[in-house]
């Protein structure tokens, strides 16, 4: 017996996904000839996973690769991989590159940086995620990133957001940075001025304390 769909998934399930359409007339230089369009669309959370395991597979067959190379490498290849996922042909439901692997083996960076450019136009148009993000949640982020740097988990946070929205992150966390700072400075001074770069307070003073 089927079980039910509840209205959430079924209005989910309605929905289309949406494609934009990109000129790839620059992909291969101003000289080049137009190559025409490609659509593209914001991947689901079963695509980045993919991709991941794509670009996992990719590193495994290069042999002993360890440190930074592979980390660069990896790098690398999740984004190619990626844009496999959601780069589709303009006239027929398929990809427009055979593979991940194709991508990295036959583009150059400058041109992988121009499908990656219209992946982040995509983000920026799809505006599925509302930037509402107080300071408990942008100090919260911030604590994430950094107790996550050495993995993918910073990377894929932040994939979500569109370019304007992470450089309104990336400000507010100037500011809090700025006000740090600041908020610092004064007891700086004052232990720059005393002996041994240690403040004590005048005997009058402790006196009057007393």
């Known amino acids: 017996m089927t079980e039910e769909k ?4 079924k209005a989910l399930d309605a929905i ?29 959370v079963g695509e980045q996973n993919k991709a991941l395991l794509g670009a996992e597979k990719y590193l495994k067959e290069l042999g002993e690769v360890r440190g930074e190379i ?9 984004v190619a991989y990626l844009m496999h996922q959601v780069c589709l042909d303009m ?6 590159f055979p593979s991940g692997k194709y991508i990295q083996d036959t583009l150059s960076s400058d041109q992988l940086a121009v499908i990656l450019n219209f992946y982040q136009e995509c983000l920026r148009l799809s505006g599925a ?3 509402d993000l107080d300071d ?16 993918d988990a910073p990377n894929l946070a932040l994939m979500s957001f569109t370019g304007a929205q992470l450089t309104e992150i990336v400000m507010r966390l100037a500011l809090k ?21 240690e403040w004590s307070e005048p005997p009058d003073a402790q006196a009057s304390a007393e």
Do not use: Y
């Open 6 to 9: 509840s209205p959430l998934v």
């Open 16 to 44: 289309k996904r949406q494609c934009w359409e990109f000129e790839l007339g620059t992909l291969l230089g101003k000289k080049a000839d137009p190559l025409g369009k490609v659509r593209m669309r914001v991947a689901t």
């Open 70 to 78: 592979a980390a660069d490498i990896m790098g690398n290849a999740k």
């Open 91 to 96: 006239e027929k439901d398929r990809p427009a």
């Open 129 to 131: 995620i509302d930037l």
């Open 136 to 151: 408990d949640k942008i100090e919260g982020l911030a604590a994430m990133l950094a107790h996550h740097a050495d993995s």
């Open 177 to 197: 940075l700025q006000e740090a700072r600041k908020a610092q400075k004064p007891a700086e001074e004052l232990a720059a001025l005393a002996p041994n770069g």
